[in-house]
């Protein structure tokens, strides 16, 4: 006889031998103890977690000789040709394949005709959700005024696809995902049975590889026990299904933690040599982190959230110490994105080394800003500006940029990286005096920006002039003659007021501005590290602002 799968061996055959939907048989059960069931069932949940399994047993239930009853017999007639699939009165139907209206015209033909022996005729329709609109609605009025002798029971993994029409004729029935702590003990009884020798860590891994389908977990035993029934171990599991042991996710983003790139990077490249899916490993990444967050914020209190072994929880829990709040989520959004990048590369292996850098570089950046060979317990001017000894100057990084797909260069800094090339500690500090002409135009930027946040139009129009004299208190702006028409907006009542107040908070200075058409007029410069981002990619500033919160303004 030829061998027969695991996941058929074991398909359960009462409601008590199904896994992890309790819910729905107790329901079920309840029901036919009462008599009180309707004509029509839609069955929906994942793959793999006992929908099918449910509706034959259910099936058997109903026309078993002893019932109808929530325990059958399997031994009556009616009982065994449901199990073998072959009962004249249960017609199992495959929505994918049958999915037209011919095929459903046929069974309203066959609904007519009463159950050969059984109580009732039963039809089976799975992946419901594939039937064509017409046949869908050739089905409704069979489904809601069947014949009394009729069940429908529909089973499908995309309820959103079924017309509301469909299920509003139908008792819904939900079937959860199996938890891997639910898969695990499943496993390691049926393992036992088989005489199968399986690591707790390779229990584990294929439990979590299911991803809450049992169906899916058996499959994966079966195909363990194939290779070696004596020592089955993690390390087998994870090279036959090229997923990533959870000792590497660990390592790895314990080399993040420390802000080591190089590290990362050699992590990644000894994945890759193991033949490792990198799509795999970017999603792992995903939940990982997802993990840290929720451990970050409730601990133990949350540790239901993590579908996870006590001892991997533990591990989670310490590991999330060493990330603040914010850097997980930040690593959440910047691996999210590497899964949109790698849509346009033809291999995931930048996109996630890009990603790696991103996390790592920011604060080895900073590190070399901020040694202790450099610090000092005086504030010190930077530009002209004075700040605290705490205060960290962040430049530009080509990730930064090339992230950037707005159509202009971002600079960052400030509270959400609005484009302003100065930090928003730096921005709103106060300037030392004396204030001079110079110490005007390396504030320009900070200060014009300040006013796009309020008015955009008239930030766009001082775009076009730059700090000319600075006599007293008296400030003149200058403007080439084609930007007379700039120069005569900015001079209105509401947009000279906007000007002068927020120069006066940002220089600390009561200014009274003036505007003048200069002849030799030259344009503001850009900072320095904005000149050499701009040479590198051969770009050129587009607008050096952009918030979506001005539109409009």
């Known amino acids: 006889m030829s061998y027969i799968v695991l996941a058929r061996r074991y398909r359960p055959q009462s409601f008590d031998e199904v896994v992890g939907q309790k819910h729905i048989t107790d329901l079920l059960k309840e029901g036919i103890r009462t008599k009180h069931l309707g004509h029509a069932f839609l069955f929906c949940g994942p793959r793999g977690v006992g929908k099918t399994s449910c509706a034959r047993i259910l099936a058997k239930s109903l026309n078993c000789k002893e019932g109808p009853t929530a325990t059958p017999c399997d031994k009556c007639p009616a009982c065994k040709e449901i199990t073998s699939g072959n009962s004249f009165d249960v017609i199992e139907i495959d929505g994918a394949s049958n999915r037209g209206i011919d095929e459903i015209r046929t069974l309203r033909e066959n609904v007519k005709f009463a159950p050969s022996y059984g109580r009732y005729k039963i039809y089976i329709i799975d992946e419901v959700h594939m039937l064509t609109e017409p046949a869908f609605n050739a089905l409704l009025k069979t489904l809601e005024e069947p014949p009394e002798y009729v069940k429908f029971i529909l089973a499908t993994t995309a309820p959103a696809k079924v017309p509301a029409t469909i299920i509003s004729r139908c008792q819904r029935f939900d079937f959860y995902r199996i938890s891997i702590a639910v898969l695990t003990s499943t496993l390691e009884s049926i393992a036992k049975t088989e005489k199968l020798k399986v690591s707790d860590e390779a229990m584990f891994a294929i439990a979590k590889a299911a991803s809450g389908s049992l169906r899916d977990a058996l499959s994966i035993l079966d195909q363990a026990g194939a290779l070696s029934r004596k020592d089955i171990k993690a390390e087998d599991i994870t090279s036959m299904l090229g997923t990533v042991e959870?000792?590497?996710?660990?390592?790895?983003?314990?080399?993040?933690?420390?802000?080591?790139?190089?590290?990362?990077?050699?992590?990644?490249?000894?994945?890759?040599?193991?033949?490792?899916?990198?799509?795999?490993?970017?999603?792992?990444?995903?939940?990982?982190?997802?993990?840290?967050?929720?451990?970050?914020?409730?601990?133990?209190?949350?540790?239901?959230?993590?579908?996870?072994?006590?001892?991997?929880?533990?591990?989670?829990?310490?590991?999330?110490?060493?990330?603040?709040?914010p850097e997980i989520i930040k690593a959440i959004e910047i691996f999210v994105q590497c899964q949109e990048n790698a849509r346009a590369a033809d291999s995931l292996r930048i996109p996630l080394e890009l990603a790696i850098a991103q996390l790592t570089y920011r604060v080895e950046a900073k590190g070399a800003v901020t040694s202790p060979s450099k610090a000092s317990a005086q504030p010190k001017p930077i530009e002209g500006k004075v700040v605290s000894p705490s205060t960290e100057v962040r430049f530009t990084s080509p990730v930064n940029i090339l992230a950037n797909k707005k159509g202009f260069v971002g600079l960052p800094g400030g509270e959400e990286d609005l484009s302003l090339g100065l930090p928003k500690e730096i921005e709103n500090t106060v300037i030392a005096e004396p204030l001079t002409i110079g110490t005007v135009k390396r504030s320009w930027d900070a200060v014009t920006h300040a006013i796009s946040r309020e008015k955009m139009s008239v930030a766009t129009f001082l775009q076009e002039g730059s700090p000319y004299a600075l006599q007293g208190s008296k400030l003149t702006i200058g403007f080439p003659k084609e930007a007379t028409f700039h120069k005569e907006a900015l001079e209105t009542k509401d947009s000279l007021r906007i000007v002068e107040r927020v120069f006066s908070e940002k220089l600390n200075a009561a200014l009274k501005i003036d505007f003048k058409i200069v002849e030799d007029h030259k344009p503001q410069e850009d900072e320095p590290f904005v000149k050499a981002a701009l040479e590198a990619f051969k770009g050129k500033v587009v607008n050096k602002w952009h918030s979506d919160t001005n539109a409009g303004k």
């Open 246 to 325: 959870i000792g590497l996710l660990f390592e790895l983003v314990d080399c993040i933690s420390q802000r080591n790139c190089s590290a990362a990077l050699s992590v990644i490249d000894k994945i890759i040599n193991q033949g490792k899916d990198m799509k795999q490993l970017n999603r792992d990444l995903i939940e990982h982190f997802r993990h840290l967050m929720i451990m970050k914020v409730g601990g133990k209190g949350l540790g239901g959230l993590v579908d996870y072994p006590v001892a991997a929880k533990e591990m989670l829990l310490i590991q999330s110490q060493a990330f603040a709040l």
